[in-house]
């Protein structure tokens, strides 16, 4: 059965850093594109970050580039977000996500960890 556990998140000062994991199992990580996506009380899921299943590439939302990093480790099927210099925009729980194309598209979904963001 397919598993994403996200860990890391927790209460962090404006200016602060945090690394966020998701450990992946039930799947073929390495043929993944992995991404990380934050929804905000009262606000729309976003995309945050996505890397490509061989880490070659990467996108991020303009809010948090310069900002955020995403890389994976395919041999320990972990995705990691790390971020810094976070504000209290970055407040929002975070969502580990898994995207395998083929006959069929899979989406995988992970349960979410809080990030919030406060002096």
């Known amino acids: 059965q397919v598993q994403l556990v996200e860990s890391g998140g927790g209460l962090v000062q404006p200016g602060g850093s945090l690394r966020l994991s998701c450990t992946a199992s039930g799947f073929t990580f390495r043929s993944a594109v992995m991404s990380w996506y934050r929804q905000a009380p009262g606000k729309e899921r976003e995309l945050v970050a996505a890397?490509?299943?061989?880490?070659?590439?990467?996108n991020y939302a303009d809010s948090v580039k310069g900002r955020f990093i995403i890389s994976r480790d395919n041999a320990q099927n972990t995705v990691y977000l790390q971020m810094n210099s976070l504000n209290s925009d970055d407040t929002a729980v975070y969502f580990c996500?898994?995207?395998?194309?083929?006959?069929?598209?899979?989406?995988?979904w992970g349960q979410g960890t809080q990030v919030t963001v406060s002096s």
């Open positions: 996500n898994a995207r395998l194309i083929g006959f069929v598209t899979r989406n995988y």
């Open positions: 890397i490509s299943s061989t880490g070659e590439s990467t």
